[in-house]
T-cell receptor, first 113, second 115 residues
């Protein structure tokens, strides 16, 4: 497989605060990025995507920022709620194959009520 | 829309036994993906199909693993013989060609435990 998953970073945030989850990628052929949310006992769920020709995209309470210079991606969640507690994965699609979604290791977000 | 349906949700089997995992993709989706998730290796793509044809099986661990997609609404992942190191959560996902984004829709997974 192409995924790496040796360690799971964790982030604890107070309810109502903003959360920022970071992700680094290394492949210059990465052309498209997706953030997924995985709740306990469920499959990953699509949150938001961004193409490499963009540097910011906003959704409902979520914003994704892409910095191609340093190969960095972040997911910002505004006014974090208990229901946001989950593991968040950044995933990439490379120009070599738009069929294959390659997942990063994930970050566990815990919201403190 | 019932989503991607996987069965069983949990499977416990003894080492050496054959295991068959099942997946029904979303109607109208023409690409199907099998992933394996473990703490050590995260989410790994095992194999995917386009229009029922296997396109890339480079992620299949070894010959003990096989996958089929006999029609557009059904796929199986088989492990024979199973080993304890196969214990993981196996996800199936599907996608429709031409959909707005490249993301998949995942099923709820099958948690496999080989003892």
């Amino acid at each position: 497989g192409e995924s790496v998953g040796l360690h799971l970073p964790t982030l604890s945030v107070q309810e109502g605060d903003n959360s920022i989850i970071n992700c680094a990628y290394s492949n210059s052929a990465s052309d498209y990025f997706i953030w997924y949310k995985q709740e306990s006992g469920k499959g990953p769920q699509f949150i938001i995507d961004i193409r490499s020709n963009m540097d910011k995209r906003q959704g409902q309470r979520v914003t994704v920022l892409l910095n191609k210079t340093v190969k960095h991606l972040s997911l910002q969640i505004a006014a974090t709620q208990p229901g946001d507690s989950a593991v968040y994965f950044c995933a990439e699609i490379r120009k070599t194959s738009y069929d294959k979604v390659i997942f990063g290791p994930g970050t566990s977000l815990s919201v403190i009520p | 829309d019932a989503g991607v349906i996987q069965s069983p949700r949990h499977e416990v089997t003894e080492m050496g036994q054959e295991v068959t995992l099942r997946c029904k993709p979303i109607s109208g989706h023409n690409s199907l993906f099998w992933y394996r998730q473990t703490m050590m290796r995260g989410l790994e793509l095992l194999i995917y199909f386009n229009n029922n044809v296997p396109i890339d099986d480079s992620g299949m661990p070894e010959d003990r693993f096989s996958a089929k997609m006999p029609n557009a609404s059904f796929s199986t992942l088989k492990i024979q013989p199973s080993e304890p190191r196969d214990s993981a959560v196996y996800f199936c996902a599907s996608r429709r060609e031409g959909q707005r984004n490249y993301g998949y829709t995942f099923g709820s997974g099958t948690r496999l435990t080989v003892v």
